[in-house]
């Protein structure tokens, strides 16, 4: 019997998690970084209490961008026939943005995807050697083949799915109407540019033909998986019937059918994805959650209604974007008034932030739906006002989701320019620190209720004033230029991004994609009854901490992944004095003793 089977069987017997025995985590906790020496390390906390039980733990890197592994150059681009991609200066495109890394069992063997998110993205596959002490190397790594899809669109987060197949992402996919209706390229957004590398164009000197003809929106920002063979072969799918949007992560609930779709940037939605088949995401139903403010605390608060998208399959969505569906294709379009309103027959959708007025064109919907999900979303009336949507986590200990939010403000507030053309659900006052919010789930796994958890707290005028008194206590207030380096208090968190939850253990772990925030990304760990933070990784200068995801038994030990992003390569910059410094890092904290349920019995 396949591990598929088993895994598929097991949870079908038990779809909701029974009460894990209550344990006790603690970790030594990482100082913040104050001087020069400290803001360039990556470090993690040494040691962790695990039921009255110390372990020595830290941070362990499994490879860096650009090393040499095996036959491969780990983190090189490749093109759609497997040739290196070319950087401006003509050199080989190594990328330093690592993302989601995976650890997924097969047989007697153990493997790691990773993304790296990047215009042409590249996913890696590497075999994994693990030691009799629970540490990891990578021992051999190459490239994922995208081809069929036409190659893949800056893949962000992921996770592994109930039956072990790594679950990726494409983010921030292009404007589809801005592109067909283009007269030259200085009217289309750049960022788009170096993905027409991937078909072997220069994107330097392009005409918009070439452009057009290289790079088709609509076949990027969909969910991906990855199933892994025990021979170490990947196979890709994009599942387009689980909508375009700019997918941050997709999550599956223990049901294996109920799979939740974080949504990036801003004027953005919450997507609800029910497959028809436990095990399958290639055909199912969408939906997007409606805001129904009951609270501006804390945060805020809402009741949540689900509103139906419709069915589709991705080899029918696969079709109509091959057979050259466009914008136009899809929808009639009319000027918005002033006020927001749209003439009969339209419907008003500020999905990202643009007022347009738009209508399905005959025969379209299901089309529509999943090529333009959030604009139909926001047409059909569900919320698209939501910013920064991030990390996704299940815990099974109080059966409920956890969703970050890095920062509450534009579409979340009240009044703002970007709620023209919506409904102004979301009321809140501004945190450009963040939220990490709860979800309560019904027995189905749907969510009913979404409240504020834990906040970012923004440094106002009174602390900068505290910050150059004499008084001011730098071991736990924020002094000096502490002040003006950090615009959220460095005690708690900013910008929240990748999020995982220890089951048994009510400990939620997040990590921070923050830029003036912090000046030094930090991973931390939340007891999610006393709501008490402990930092347990900080990353150099310039980095944003990716790939928070728990594994709880890993052959007899627990790890926490820990990627860092682009070090030197978001703030800092002239802080870089050696290239090296810059590559990404693939690694984790750990090895933990195992930690699942069957390791409480014993």
């Not at 983010?171 to 590398?197: G, K, N």
């Not at 403010?293 to 805020?300: I, P, V, Y």
């Not at 999905?351 to 919907?365: T, W």
Request: charged share 25%.
């Amino acid at each position: 019997m396949s591990l598929r089977t088993t895994l598929l069987q097991a949870t079908a017997i038990a779809v909701l998690p029974l009460a894990a025995h209550a344990g006790d985590i603690s970790f030594s906790p990482v100082p913040f970084a104050k001087d020069d020496a400290a803001k360039r390390q990556a470090i993690a906390s040494d040691t962790v209490t695990v039921d009255g039980k110390d372990y020595k733990i830290g941070y362990h890197v499994m490879a860096r961008s650009g090393d040499k592994i095996g036959d491969n150059t780990f983190a090189l681009l490749t093109d759609k026939d497997g040739n290196p991609v070319k950087s401006a200066d003509g050199s080989e495109h190594i990328s330093d943005s690592a993302d989601f890394t995976s650890l997924l069992r097969q047989g007697d063997k153990l493997y790691s995807v990773t993304h790296f998110e990047s215009r042409p993205g590249a996913m890696y596959l590497s075999e994994v050697a693990q030691d009799a002490d629970g540490n990891l190397k990578l021992v051999s790594t190459k490239p994922i083949d995208f081809s069929e899809y036409h190659g893949l669109w800056v893949p962000c987060a992921g996770s592994v799915t109930p039956w072990e197949t790594h679950l990726g992402s494409e983010e921030y996919p292009a404007d589809a109407r801005v592109i067909e209706a283009a007269t030259s390229l200085d009217e289309i957004d750049d960022y788009d540019f170096p993905m027409v590398r991937y078909a072997g164009v220069n994107p330097e000197g392009m005409t918009l033909e070439q452009f057009r003809d290289a790079y088709k929106p609509y076949r990027y920002g969909y969910p991906t998986e990855i199933t892994v063979s025990e021979d170490g072969s990947a196979k890709a799918d994009k599942h387009f019937a689980m909508g375009r949007v700019a997918v941050e992560l997709a999550y599956v609930m223990p049901d294996q059918k109920t799979a939740y779709i974080s949504d990036d940037g801003t004027n953005v939605g919450l997507f609800r994805f029910e497959a028809d088949n436990a095990g399958d995401l290639s055909a199912g139903t969408l939906y997007a959650a409606k805001w129904n403010q009951t609270s501006a605390e804390n945060g805020g608060a809402a009741d949540l209604e689900w509103v139906d998208l419709g069915h589709a399959d991705d080899a029918t969505i696969q079709k109509a974007i091959e057979a050259g569906t466009q914008f136009s294709d899809l929808f009639e379009t009319a000027e918005m008034g002033e006020d927001g309103s749209c003439a009969d027959g339209f419907s008003a959708s500020n999905a990202e932030g643009n007022p347009e007025c738009l209508k399905v064109k005959d025969g379209m919907d299901a089309i529509a739906s999943r090529l333009e999900t959030r604009r139909y979303a926001s047409m059909k009336g569900a919320t698209t006002e939501f910013r920064k949507m991030e990390g996704i986590t299940y815990d099974a200990d109080k059966h409920q989701m956890y969703l970050s939010m890095s920062a509450v403000e534009k579409g979340m507030e009240d009044g703002a320019k970007q709620d023209l053309g919506g409904m102004n659900a979301i009321k809140l006052p501004k945190n450009k620190c963040g939220t990490v919010y709860s979800l309560s789930l019904d027995d189905k796994f749907t969510a009913t209720k979404m409240m504020g958890l834990i906040s970012g707290k923004p440094l106002t005028e009174e602390h900068k004033v505290k910050a150059q008194d004499a008084s001011c206590d730098p071991a736990h207030d924020m002094c000096g230029d502490t002040a003006e380096l950090n615009s959220c208090d460095i005690n708690g968190i900013a910008n929240p991004d990748n999020i995982t939850y220890i089951p048994g253990y009510n400990t939620l772990i997040i990590g921070e994609d923050t830029g003036s925030g912090h000046q030094n990304d930090a991973i931390w760990a939340m007891n999610t009854d006393t709501k008490e933070l402990t930092r347990i990784v900080s990353t150099p200068y310039g980095s944003e901490t990716t790939s928070t995801y728990w594994y709880p038994n890993v052959n007899g030990h627990g790890y926490l992944m820990a990627v860092i992003q682009h070090p030197y390569g978001e703030s800092d910059e002239d802080k870089l004095t050696d290239p090296a410094q810059a590559r990404a890092y693939v690694g984790y904290v750990g090895p933990f003793p195992q930690m699942d349920a069957t390791a409480k019995t014993q």
